[in-house]
């Protein structure tokens, strides 16, 4: 959900009062869309967050810095061309729209002063990053090809113009009591207020509009006909009620969610009052939007999306192929049916005619085989005995496909199942470090071929958490953290988990001494159950032994173990109680 121009407002006067006079130390882009500005203030350094993705376009300040790509994009290499070193001049809105300019000073030829406008664009799918120098365009994060729009480019050397502009009034400036008599008469009068109200202002969002509504005591469905002059009067005060605190530059930033959680409703620079939901209230409007951040989902680094299809696609082909080995296999399994045709048709080889296409013989191996006929398909261009013979050969070739079609059965099992750990690995690998080692063992394994040398990635750390009782808990993310966290870490007298023929991680659970507790075999349990393909299951068998039944075969790939003596629990991964865990984790270290 993007924030409209009315909220948006407070949030550049709040980042502009933060950022104006400090220096640009460092710029970062951790993906396609978005963009990280260190700004240097006295004493202290603040990360600038600017996102131009379609789903989720935001401005703020943050605290959780996405990780950098090992080298830069060209676009940020230009940034840093262009703006590093430079000051903050004043950071402004443009009206009420949604679009934002960052004026940058910096020094250019014989040491004068030139000023650079970073323009960002909060437009949905049209969102954008654009750096501008004296109104023409130097670059964008997204270029506007005339194939892409016949009204507005963004390319390289044009002219830059704003977005057209919307009609409407600018609640902050308008004469309200002008606005509300002008809003209800040409309007037809079957258009919802709301709506009519969104359509006759610039900056003002649906939720602003219903809050209005609400505020006022109207229905929020009511339409410009059933109002009178009381309603009028009574929409015009709540109107005055939110935005007399936002001309104080007073805000109450809200975010307004489902009572799930599970998703966003509402965002502005006051509470939403009209959403049943749950209102929460932030000190800062950059802190609000951060937040409504994490409900647009965890975006993937395009190398993890590559790799995920690949598996995909890769697990695809091979489910394909194995439905075809079954049936080949299903098929040999019947040679015997072959092999006894050729009997029947060797015993009666003298009464089959020529060029007959089906012979209907006594069937030999029958219980009565003198009433018992058994049909037998001819080819009518061979005799008798080169159609026996003919079926012999057919029954020596499936005999001899039954051991190797049963052995590529369990070798394309066995790959998919390899391929299914990869696929549970990329999904919970968080960091460039893992996804880069996942590459890497696919390339290991010949899935997909190494284009050029790269500089090897630092290895990633297994995963640690420790129980409430004090335990720590190794928990391998990827086949190479398994490995290491089963036979480097875990010594012989520790427990190892691991959810039954299901891919997932390796967990060690780390002994002090004594023995654990039920309790803690089971929550140790529930989190090899929600690191695995089982994650969204509601009952989940895991596995456990103790470290030295645990083998890993010679020739084995990454991850690959057999075990024994191992006893079966039955858990339900739960994720709250696993990302507390991860949490105090962090918070103690």
């Known amino acids: 959900m993007n924030i409209d121009?009315?909220?948006?407002?407070?949030?550049?006067?709040?980042?502009?009062?933060?950022?104006?006079?400090?220096?640009?130390?460092?710029?970062?882009?951790?993906?396609?869309?978005?963009?990280?500005?260190?700004?240097?203030?006295?004493?202290?350094?603040?990360?600038?967050?600017?996102?131009a993705n379609p789903e989720h376009p935001r401005l703020h300040l943050a605290t959780a810095i996405p990780e950098n790509p090992p080298s830069p994009p060209v676009f940020t290499m230009l940034l840093r061309k262009h703006l590093e070193d430079g000051r903050i001049a004043k950071i402004s809105q443009h009206g009420l729209d949604r679009c934002v300019s960052i004026y940058i000073d910096v020094r250019g030829e014989r040491g004068l002063i030139v000023t650079k406008e970073l323009v960002f664009e909060l437009m949905g799918k049209h969102s954008n990053i654009i750096l501008v120098q004296d109104k023409v365009i130097t670059d964008a994060i997204r270029r506007v090809s005339p194939a892409m729009s016949r009204v507005r480019q963004i390319l390289p050397g044009r002219e830059f113009s704003l977005p057209p502009a919307q009609d409407g009034d600018n609640l902050l400036t308008a004469n309200l009591t002008e606005f509300i008599?002008?809003?209800?008469?040409?309007?037809?009068?079957?258009?919802?207020?709301?709506?009519?109200?969104?359509?006759?202002?610039?900056?003002?969002?649906?939720?602003?509009?219903?809050?209005?509504?609400?505020?006022?005591?109207?229905?929020?469905?009511?339409p410009l006909g059933d109002l009178d002059n009381a309603d009028l009067s009574s929409l015009e005060q709540a109107f005055n009620e939110i935005l007399t605190p936002l001309k104080q530059g007073e805000t109450q930033p809200c975010i307004a969610v489902a009572n799930d959680n599970s998703r966003l409703l509402g965002m502005a620079a006051f509470p939403l009052e009209h959403l049943t939901a749950q209102n929460r209230l932030f000190p800062t409007m950059s802190e609000a939007v951060e937040f409504a951040a994490c409900f647009a989902g965890r975006q993937d680094t395009p190398e993890k999306t590559t790799l995920s299809k690949f598996v995909c696609s890769e697990i695809t082909r091979l489910e394909r192929k194995l439905a075809t080995l079954r049936q080949e296999l299903a098929t040999a399994e019947d040679a015997d049916i072959l092999r006894k045709q050729a009997d029947i048709l060797m015993?009666?080889?003298?009464?089959?005619?020529?060029?007959?296409?089906?012979?209907?013989?006594?069937?030999?191996?029958?219980?009565?085989?003198?009433?018992?006929?058994?049909?037998?398909?001819?080819?009518?261009?061979?005799?008798?005995?080169?159609?026996?013979?003919?079926?012999?050969?057919?029954?020596?070739?499936?005999?001899?496909?039954?051991?190797?079609?049963?052995?590529?059965?369990?070798?394309?099992?066995?790959?998919?199942?390899?391929?299914?750990s990869i696929a549970v690995a990329l999904e919970q690998a968080v960091s460039l470090a893992e996804t880069g080692e996942i590459?890497?063992?696919?390339?290991?394994?010949?899935?997909?071929?190494?284009?050029?040398k790269r500089r090897p990635a630092p290895l990633s750390a297994p995963l640690t958490v420790t129980t409430p009782d004090g335990l720590s808990v190794l928990i391998g993310k990827n086949n190479r953290q398994n490995d290491v966290v089963t036979f480097k870490h875990g010594r012989p007298d520790e427990l190892w988990f691991h959810t039954k023929d299901i891919p997932g991680s390796h967990v060690i659970l780390k002994a002090c001494g004594a023995e654990p507790s039920l309790e803690t075999i089971n929550l140790v349990a529930g989190i090899a159950a929600y690191f695995s393909k089982?994650?969204?299951?509601?009952?989940?068998?895991?596995?456990?032994?103790?470290?030295?039944?645990?083998?890993?075969?010679?020739?084995?790939?990454?991850?690959?173990?057999?075990?024994?003596?191992?006893?079966?629990?039955?858990?339900?991964?739960?994720?709250?109680?696993?990302?507390?865990?991860?949490?105090?984790?962090?918070?103690r270290a």
């Open 439 to 452: 590459r890497q063992e696919l390339i290991q394994s010949g899935y997909i071929k190494e284009k050029s």
């Open 347 to 420: 015993a009666n080889i003298y009464v089959i005619p020529p060029r007959a296409t089906q012979a209907v013989l006594p069937d030999l191996y029958a219980d009565d085989p003198e009433t018992a006929t058994l049909p037998i398909p001819l080819d009518p261009m061979l005799s008798a005995l080169e159609n026996a013979q003919h079926y012999y050969a057919k029954y020596n070739k499936f005999k001899r496909a039954q051991h190797s079609l049963a052995t590529q059965l369990e070798e394309c099992q066995n790959e998919i199942s390899y391929l299914d």
């Open 534 to 587: 089982a994650r969204q299951s509601a009952t989940v068998p895991v596995d456990y032994t103790k470290r030295r039944y645990v083998k890993k075969p010679a020739g084995a790939k990454p991850g690959f173990v057999i075990y024994d003596h191992q006893k079966t629990i039955y858990v339900t991964p739960q994720q709250e109680i696993v990302e507390k865990l991860i949490e105090n984790n962090s918070k």
């Open 5 to 51: 121009g009315l909220s948006l407002s407070p949030l550049v006067t709040e980042l502009d009062n933060a950022l104006s006079g400090g220096r640009v130390d460092k710029i970062f882009q951790p993906d396609k869309y978005t963009l990280i500005l260190w700004i240097r203030q006295t004493g202290i350094t603040l990360p600038l967050l600017i996102s």
């Open 181 to 222: 008599t002008k809003l209800v008469q040409p309007t037809p009068s079957e258009v919802l207020l709301s709506k009519a109200i969104v359509q006759a202002t610039v900056g003002i969002g649906p939720a602003t509009a219903r809050e209005a509504v609400w505020r006022a005591g109207l229905p929020l469905t009511i």
